[in-house]
């Protein structure tokens, strides 16, 4: 079976292929993404962020921003714009709005600035405003992740076809 676009057949994808997919589909946030583009993505770009952290801390011992180094604080800039597309793909597979990606830009916050610079911003608040802020992330962010680890809606649905292609065979030969 081939993809939507007619490109590659999906199920003999090894990981690496899974990995970089989302690259070449930088920033496309139409259609669908499977489970296994998503996943393999995030450990990929989970495996070289901790090896360029490493040697950025370890060999370089350069810190630019928050907790990043110069390999670091690259490989992350390069990496916002087709994980939140491949979020938004992965969404659009279980039948929801690319909207719910929009919960991760936090993250993205805390990961380039650093946990010591939150603190100071937190400092000033009320606490009660942390703890509902906190909790509320973090409930949504629960929400998200059970949305992308959900099996995809099968055949097409409002987002565009089934990324692995028609179910059964009557569809292939109608």
């Known amino acids: 079976m081939r993809d939507a676009k007619g490109a590659e057949p999906l199920e003999n994808l090894n990981p690496v292929e899974w990995a970089i997919r989302p690259f070449r589909r930088y920033a496309d946030f139409g259609g669908r993404s499977p489970r296994a583009e998503y996943w393999w993505y995030a450990v990929f770009v989970g ?27 690259a490989f992350t800039v390069a990496c916002i ?29 805390l990961i380039m600035t650093g946990t010591s610079t939150t603190v100071g911003v937190f400092e000033a608040m009320p606490m009660p405003i942390i703890v509902v802020a906190v909790i509320a992330w973090l409930g949504v962010g629960i929400t998200v992740f059970l949305f992308v680890i959900s099996e995809g809606t099968g055949g097409p649905n409002r987002y565009g076809p089934d990324p692995y292609g028609p179910a059964d065979l009557e569809e292939v030969f109608a």
């Open 47 to 73: 495996i070289v962020g901790f090896l360029l952290g490493a040697i950025d801390g370890g060999v370089l011992h350069t810190i630019i921003l928050g907790t990043l180094g110069p390999l670091g604080l």
């Open 81 to 109: 714009l087709p994980s939140v597309a491949v979020l938004v793909r992965r969404l659009h597979d279980t039948e929801r709005n690319g909207w719910w990606a929009l919960v991760k830009i936090p993250s993205y916050g």
